[in-house]
């Protein structure tokens, strides 16, 4: 039996607003090129896109790392003042980037808004940030000697970045590099490249309202397969690459870049847990898993995989969650009632079978999963999100598939319910829902959640930009957006200075002819 689940098949055709297109994207850039882009939303053609080659992608490395040159001279503030412009195109471009960003990847029209704010709310943060880049002075162990520690830029930062938030992580990322002085020369995924064209557009404008000192190449962007992502991350011109996307694609970058003594920041795979105590105020939970499991179609690398809940309460929960689920609308993500929209693609689709298939066979109870709308859209695939009852953190479970599917599993005392969910190879986000003040500070404690994100009363997805953003294990270890991620882009200079007439040597070594 299905789980409910409204399935919208009224309302027009998707059908792209020509304004859409236009306002954000020069023609040249969508010029005939041999990358054929389609939404998701029906699989119809939204243009085609130029590729680089490797030799077009050193060449942009090259502009990049001369504007570097330059950039690393205007004062931090000032380039604060650049973000701040970009910011203000973001605010005026809200609704037109972020219709942009639904039709390129399928997710609700209100996430596309909120995709937008994210990049918005990172600007300003960049912004103070631009005159708070401090670094310490530190009492020296000689007379007449200080000691300082000052942040420089770093040079031309890699970023690569998922279709499935396509242009909020670049935000993350670049906001901060332009700020610390370093240029930015961005590979998006070749599933999303008009939206990563029309930020260009938006940072072209800032550029030139910006004027003289903002040199050319401080924005290069990257469209391309393959060999034009391995020549981004083996190019010695650039000393950081920050990338997110699948554990699998970090294996790759990671060596490669350290092989050259680069440095890498990685935002990988999440498999992200919510455990459920006796205490927990239900109504809340089940508010929180439904946006945490189902938005973005399951496609965050914060969404709620698996839910780990009290034997006790479990019977409970359940049910109310099923009935939340059957009230999920599924159609065109561009109409403002519906909260579900398309996965990215076929692959997606099959990869979110496979998925099942093995649930079942590992012992679990499925409800939901079946495609809908393919009579309609036979070239999009929109899917009931599902339910898998397991009886135990089975194979399927420990994996990340990137679709709506929840894995339930039951747990009798809190440290249980800790190392299950501890007991996966991916540590990005957490949560506990409780009203125990003992239950929650032991999950934020050493030995409680191993993530980088930890939450108590609100699901593992939706992360404000002023924290670090980031997680460990196969997550890759890397920070990125607020707190101090800043020095991730930047290298750390020590600096002694001898102010007295005399030169006494640290650790009161002698060496006087
Ligand atoms: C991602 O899925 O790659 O915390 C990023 C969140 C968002 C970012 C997700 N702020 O869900």
New binding site residues.
Partial sequence: PGMGCQVRNGGRDMTIDSRDITDLLDPADIADGPLAVRSPIDGAPLGRVPLDDSAAVAARIGRAHEAFLHWRTVPAPRRGELIRLLGEELRANKQALGRLVTLECGKSIQEGYGEVQ?MIDICDFAVGLSRQLYGLTIASERPGHRMMETWHPLGVVGVIS?F??PV??WSWNAALALVCGNPVVWKPSEKTPLTALACRTLFRRAVERFGADAPEGLLEVVIGDRAAGEALVDDPRVPLVSA?GSTRMGREVAPRVAARFGRSIL?LGGNNAMIVTPAADLDLAVRAILFAAVGTAGQ???TLRRLIVHVDVYDRLLPRLKAAYAQVTIGNPLEEGNLLGPLIDRGAYEAMQRALDAARVQGGTVTGGERVLAERWPDAYYVRPAIAEMRGQTACVREETFAPILYTLTYRDLDEAVALQNAVPQGLSSCIFTNDLREAERFLSAAGSDCGIANVNIGP???EIGGAFGGEKETGGGRESGSDSWKAYMRRQTATVNYSGSLPLAQGIRFDV
């Fill in positions: 994210e998922a499935n938030f909020a992580v997110t935002e965050r690398c914060t997805s939706g992360a």
